[in-house]
């Protein structure tokens, strides 16, 4: 096959996606794979659902060292309608676990706040484990840039 | 060969024509506190832009937001340090700041709006940094405090923020000071470093574009030392060093005389914008 | 340089009002990712949990880890029964406990 420059790069650049989706073991997609472990180990096995749970994160972090991070989930926070734990993934970190939120009924509201670290553009991941073991999850992106002058 | 060089030309010629990307600063108000803080006004006379904007308008809505309740302040952290510092003794004479100055609250409000000041003594401008260690050996016998060390920072911030909603106004008439401005104006407008980049490459000719992902401010001072998302509390002569260095050109040293040009210059740049320390910047 | 932690509780309450608190306490919180200028890792060192109770019942509870930012802040919301006292408490990987206290009035 007679090869020019650009089928040379064109499948150079080809190969390099392949590379890193094949591979199994770039950093990135290890901390995926660990996110979804970590989500079912917390989850006890069940699928999270969608609903309930609502995680606010910026759309652009102004930069990846202090990401302000909300969660809030609908709860009476009485009785058996009960938020028990809320846990925080960051799954492009080169460790995913970024906290574990306990709530009880004098919480009043399961809402909590913190600023979080992000290495790079990834999803943040909040699950919320009810009283009656329900599960819910939501998964917003969040686009860290690299910033101008360092100063 | 050719369909590769014809595709790059292609492919710059795209880049170019999307041009330089630009924002306004924000419309938005700011309250810390309930304490009214100008974040934008008209500039003094002779200034090259028509309003002067606070570092604040530039900054992402949740960045804004750190800065209205001082309980989200990380920079406030600083401030209740200097607060500690303040009353501690230190020096052979066994005072503390407290023991001259009694309760900042009162003494020091107005100092973070209206210094660098003109010092006689030394026939240079002074700044809040100097002060205090002007302080420390001429009245406490004790050590002058090293460029960032020490509770320098923290006591800074502790100082400035008493001044907390006031304008920035510099007395240029005392001494010097004017002739300390002109030359601060040609250390803003020089060119450095194998960048060949002056503050007003990026503060002035640039403001409002983006250098990366940074949306580029007037580079005003109202809030040093400043709470950085990135790095934590900053002086700054911290952060005219930090800027020089990436100019890639030697980086002055803290309180050299070109950097107390600098500072005295950039000040009055920022006249009319309120005391806004300790700020949140990225 | 560690100053105390920065609590804001309101003053005061009705029964059962559920309120807003926001606390931020002084911490590096090294990561362990870090490396020193000669290559070495920097060992971790972080809080690890935070806790708030009022009058001795849980309120509110963190786990944290690394990825959380340096000078940890949180807001979170507390129903308050009656008049009484939250207790704050931040638990170092090296032992160390911090504490903090506010008093609300129930009217």
């Known amino acids: 096959m007679n090869f020019t420059r650009r089928h040379v790069l064109g499948l150079t650049a080809g190969a390099a996606v392949f590379a890193v989706a094949g591979a199994r073991i770039s950093p990135a997609l290890a901390s995926a794979e660990e996110a979804e472990k970590m989500i079912m180990e917390f989850s006890g096995g069940a699928t999270p659902g969608e609903g309930k749970i609502s995680l606010n994160t910026p759309e652009i972090a102004e930069n990846g060292n202090t990401v302000p991070v909300s969660v809030t989930v609908e709860s009476a926070m009485e009785g058996d309608d009960l938020v028990e734990s809320v846990i925080i993934f960051a799954d492009g970190n080169p460790s995913p676990a970024v906290a574990t939120f306990h709530f009880t009924e004098m919480s009043g509201e399961a809402l909590a706040t913190t600023r979080i670290r992000l290495a790079k553009t990834q999803n943040v991941i909040a699950v919320a484990k009810m009283k009656d073991g329900s599960v819910f999850m939501d998964k917003k992106q969040v686009k860290v840039t690299i910033g101008g002058c360092g100063g | 060969m050719k369909r590769l060089l014809i595709a790059g030309v292609v492919l710059a010629a795209v880049f170019a024509g999307a041009g330089p990307v630009m924002a306004d600063p924000v419309d938005d108000t700011l309250e810390i506190d309930g304490i009214p803080i100008t974040t934008r006004t008209a500039s003094p006379e002779g200034h090259p832009f028509d309003e002067v904007y606070s570092g604040w308008l530039f900054r992402e809505p949740e960045t804004r937001d750190a800065e209205r309740d001082s309980i989200e302040n990380p920079g406030m952290i600083a401030v209740e340090d200097g607060e500690v510092l303040w009353s501690k003794v230190e020096g052979t004479a066994g005072k503390s700041c407290a023991s001259c100055h009694g309760d900042a609250a009162e003494s020091m409000k107005g100092i973070g709006a209206h210094f660098p000041k003109w010092d006689a003594d030394s026939k240079k401008p002074i700044n809040v940094e100097l002060q205090i260690n002007k302080c420390r050996t001429e009245q406490m016998g004790a050590e002058a405090l090293p460029f960032n060390k020490g509770g320098q920072q923290e006591l800074t911030a502790y100082i400035k923020y008493q001044s907390l909603g006031m304008p920035v106004e510099l007395d240029l008439t005392q001494g010097d000071m004017q002739s300390w401005w002109e030359k601060g104006k040609d250390v803003y407008y020089t060119r450095t470093g194998q960048l060949n980049l002056a503050c007003a490459s990026c503060h002035e000719t640039a403001m409002g574009k983006f250098i990366r992902a940074d949306h580029l401010s007037q580079g005003q001072v109202n809030g040093f030392p400043t709470y950085r998302l990135k790095s934590g509390l900053t002086s700054l002569h911290q952060r005219f060093r930090g800027c020089i260095r990436d100019t890639r050109a030697e980086q002055p040293k803290a309180f050299s005389d070109d950097l107390m040009a600098l500072e005295t210059y950039v000040t009055w740049r920022g006249t009319g914008l309120s005391v806004e320390t300790p700020s949140v910047r990225q | ?107």
């Open chain 3, 1 to 107: 340089m560690a100053s105390k932690p920065r609590i804001k509780v309101p003053k005061s309450a009705s029964a059962g009002e559920v309120i807003t608190i926001k606390t931020l306490i002084s911490h590096e919180m090294e990561s362990g990712q870090r490396k020193d200028k000669d290559g070495n890792p920097i060992p971790r060192q972080i809080i690890n949990k935070f806790t708030c109770t009022f009058e001795g019942q849980l309120v509110f509870e963190c786990d944290l880890d690394p990825a959380i930012s340096a000078n940890p802040y949180f807001e979170f919301n507390a129903k308050v029964p009656t008049s009484g006292t939250f207790v704050f408490t931040w638990l170092d990987d090296d032992g160390s406990v911090y504490e903090a206290e506010a008093p609300i009035e129930v009217k």
